[in-house]
């Protein structure tokens, strides 16, 4: 019997174990279009938080009783799509669950890649290393030369802002919660790294760049935010990717350097990896590429078992992760 995390109550805060439950699922039956697949590898991510919420936001809330959703790679095991044959590694939504029938047209089949591993499709070569590149060359548009700061360098998104950026010829800061994980930043060509933990933020930064930063990757909003608006050149433009530190609150910061957005003329771009899925074929020539030659490398931390995968998410609300946060299954 197929099981499913479903959500069975909204969560206030932090979530906990009660408002989410395992339990097994009626698969519907094979009918022609529809496509039996097994999930091996799922992704949890920051932004499943908010859509726990009954809020209308830009992907729909999770509904009470139903199985949560989000990225997973599967392998097909009976199709009656002439497009999907048993064996087939396909990347799809349904995750949460150990299997699932699914339309055909919500399936995509990953392409053979020498070297890559199908989970890579949920990281760099996924929702979050796309999300890196369309972020700091479209939204942030960061050119060879800039002075890059990026907020939870050492996660799944930062890992992948930070190598990036050197290879197109930037300088990066990052920044990371402990010494081990700013170990990791560097170790992946960060120029500079700053423990958000140890100490002043906006010291720090200013230490790291005493002439300022061009362009800051925002994946943590509140302290770090203000922080780039405090050291921020004039015409230097802002990412807005992510605000982990306001999910679980729901509590805005308050940015005691906001007003330097005038005199500083900064522009802040909000965006969604989905706005960018035209170019989707631009990202994965440059990943690709940076993939095959060394630049860009992954790191994952690894949770076995679909009973860990809501201990996994809640793990990247307290850092448990370094670079993608995945479910093998
Ligand atoms: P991640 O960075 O791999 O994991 C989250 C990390 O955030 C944790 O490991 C932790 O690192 C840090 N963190 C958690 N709470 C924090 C806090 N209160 N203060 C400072 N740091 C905190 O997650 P991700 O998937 O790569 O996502 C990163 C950001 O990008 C999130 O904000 C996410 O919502 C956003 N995102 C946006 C889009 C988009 O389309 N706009 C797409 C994907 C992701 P430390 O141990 O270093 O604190």
Not at 186 to 198: F, M, N
Not at 213 to 242: E, T
Request: hydrophobic share 45%; charged share 20%; net charge negative.
């Amino acid at each position: 019997m197929p099981n499913a995390w479903h959500l069975v109550k909204r969560p206030n805060g932090m979530p906990t174990a009660a408002d989410v439950e395992l339990r097994a699922f009626d698969l519907p039956p094979l009918a022609d279009g529809l496509v039996h697949v097994r999930n091996r590898w799922l992704s949890v991510d920051p932004y499943m938080r908010g859509r726990m919420n009954d809020v209308k936001s830009y992907v729909p809330p999770f509904q009470i009783g139903q199985p949560l959703e989000g990225g997973a790679v599967g392998e097909v095991v009976e199709s009656r799509d002439p497009a999907f044959a048993p064996g087939d590694m396909v990347l799809h939504m349904m995750g949460w669950r150990d299997e699932e029938v699914v339309a055909a047209s919500a399936l995509n089949k990953l392409p053979a890649m020498p070297g890559v591993e199908p989970q890579a499709f949920l990281g760099n070569l996924g929702l979050t290393g796309g999300t890196a590149y369309f972020g700091l060359l479209e939204a942030a548009s960061a050119k060879p030369g800039d002075i890059v700061f990026v907020s939870a360098a050492a996660g799944a998104v930062g890992s992948a802002v930070v190598q990036i950026a050197k290879a197109r010829g930037m300088t990066v800061i990052g920044s990371a919660g402990g010494a081990d994980k700013c170990a990791f930043v560097t170790e992946l060509g960060a120029d500079a790294v700053i423990d958000y933990k140890a100490g002043s933020l906006v010291k720090q930064l200013a230490a790291a760049a005493p002439d300022g930063i061009d362009v800051y990757f925002d994946n943590v909003g509140g302290d770090h935010l203000d922080a780039a608006l405090a050291l921020a050149r004039k015409d230097a433009r802002f990412a807005i990717c992510g605000m982990i530190e306001g999910y679980n609150s729901g509590e805005p910061t308050q940015l005691r350097y906001i007003m330097r957005v005038i005199a500083m003329r900064i522009r802040l771009q909000g965006f969604i990896y989905t706005d960018y899925l035209p170019r989707l074929g631009d990202f994965y020539r440059d990943m690709g590429g940076w993939i095959a030659s060394g630049q860009v490398k992954s790191r994952d931390t690894v949770v076995d078992g679909l009973e860990g995968t809501f201990d996994a998410f809640l793990g990247l609300f307290s850092g448990a992760n370094t670079g993608k946060m995945l479910v093998r299954l």
